[in-house]
């Protein structure tokens, strides 16, 4: 009997801003480093809705809702909340916050540690919020105020793909996946090959 995947660690997180998304295609900006990531968490949602007949239930259909992503980075640049955000840049330096800013659709690409290898995941379809942040007096120590931020996760337009993931200890894993994982958004296809039994 194989072994579970236990996902034991969090190493890298880049963001990719979605530029196209219909029936035509499903295309991505270049991924972009976002450094410091500490913690990514998941929460699917699905929809249950039973058929009643006959005083009993007599089927049921699922439907995926969306996964809400939270993130925890070290740091949250300016440069990066303009960004993934849609906040704007002032003059003076810095940014600032409008009521009427427009986030824009972005993957989210991780790459995980587990036991015996590594984990590349990839979120397709999300939008940022605003992160939860906490200022707090050192009070004779040294208090990390941590970026916290939550996406909810849709399907695709183009494909209904909200999620794709590959461990090293996968058979077809490619040998080079380190290399090439975050040059751009991998997108699978399904494998026709029939098992071998």
Not at 1 to 7: E, G, L, N
Request: hydrophobic share 40%; proline share 7%; charged share 15%.
């Amino acid at each position: 009997m194989p072994k579970p995947t236990i996902i034991i660690g969090i190493e890298k997180a880049y963001i990719a801003i979605q530029t196209k998304d219909d029936s035509t295609g499903l295309t991505y900006n270049t991924p972009k480093y976002y450094s410091g990531v500490k913690e990514i968490g998941m929460k699917p949602k699905q929809n249950v809705e039973p058929l009643w007949g006959e005083n009993q239930i007599m089927d049921q259909a699922v439907a995926f809702q969306q996964a809400d992503i939270d993130i925890s980075l070290a740091s949250l640049t300016s440069a990066q909340r303009v960004e993934i955000l849609g906040q704007n840049i002032a003059a003076a330096g810095g940014v600032y916050a409008k009521s009427n800013d427009v986030p824009p659709f972005v993957a989210l690409l991780y790459k995980a540690t587990i036991a015996g290898g590594y984990r590349y995941g990839v979120f397709y379809k999300g939008l940022f919020t605003i992160p939860d942040e906490s200022m707090k007096g050192q009070e004779g120590k040294v208090t990390y105020s941590i970026p916290k931020m939550t996406a909810a996760f849709i399907p695709t337009v183009n494909n209904s793909i909200w999620e794709y993931h590959v461990d090293t200890t996968d058979p077809n894993c490619p040998a080079n996946i380190d290399t090439i994982w975050f040059i751009s958004v991998t997108i699978p296809t399904a494998d026709t090959v029939a098992p071998t039994l």
